[in-house]
Antibody
């Protein structure tokens, strides 16, 4: 069965960087892209961008351009999302999801990233 | 402020039917497929409806989707207490060149 398993919770200081991983199993990793979606506490879903696991092409949300980098390691079927220059409003649960556009048919369990001094 | 507008909350009694609307524009819903997601408390979102009205395997036919013009609707019949969740619509917005979600609707089953 398809599974996306994410890394554990992180606590970071403002200005630091965080890198969240998403390990895929149960399907051919390079046949689908991976998207990242975040959800601030008590708020809705925000799309961050996607990466093609086939050729590494990326498409980032405009508001995160310059601060976010998405990568994949096809040898381990793992996708990564790095967010730099963290601010307090980056505090959120970060989800990976299979696909480069709607619909997102499988989701990771989420990774809480807390930015606090 | 989301480009897709959903009511913040809806409620209905067990066994009843409820609809959740998602209003957009020609740059998003009007020219793209709509998906719907269910997010139970403390869990990741789950795909309920894709391509406006299709259900993934395992999703009961109590859940249905429709689209007309620049609006989409999620319908849930035979409400159960386990349906209490947040529901989100989503689509592509060609003006923003971005995937977008509605603000979410909290369903309460009274």
């Amino acid at each position: 069965q398809v599974q996306l398993v994410q890394s554990g919770a992180e606590v970071k200081k403002p200005g630091a960087s965080v890198k969240v991983s998403c390990k895929a199993s149960g399907y051919t990793f390079t046949s689908y892209g991976i998207s990242w979606v975040r959800q601030a506490p008590g708020q809705g879903l925000e799309w961050m961008g996607w990466i093609s696991a086939y050729n590494g092409n990326t498409n980032y949300a405009q508001k995160l351009q310059g601060r976010v980098t998405m990568t994949t390691d096809t040898s381990t079927s793992t996708a990564y999302m790095e967010l730099r220059s963290l601010r307090s409003d980056d505090t959120a649960v970060y989800y990976c999801a299979r696909g480069t556009g709607h619909p997102f048919d499988y989701w990771g369990q989420g990774t809480l990233v807390t930015v606090s001094s | 402020q989301s480009v897709l507008t959903q009511p913040p909350s809806v409620s209905a009694a067990p066994g009843q039917k409820v609809t959740i609307s998602c209003s957009g524009s020609s740059s998003n819903i009007g020219n793209n497929y709509v998906s719907w997601y269910q997010q139970l408390p403390g869990t990741a979102p789950k795909l309920l409806i894709y391509e406006n009205n299709k259900r993934p395997s395992g999703i009961p036919d109590r859940f249905s989707g429709s689209k007309s013009g620049t609006s989409a609707t999620l319908g849930i019949t035979g409400l159960q207490t386990g349906d209490e969740a947040d529901y989100y619509c989503g689509t592509w917005d060609s003006s923003l060149s971005a995937l977008v979600f509605g603000g979410g609707t909290k369903l309460t089953v009274l």
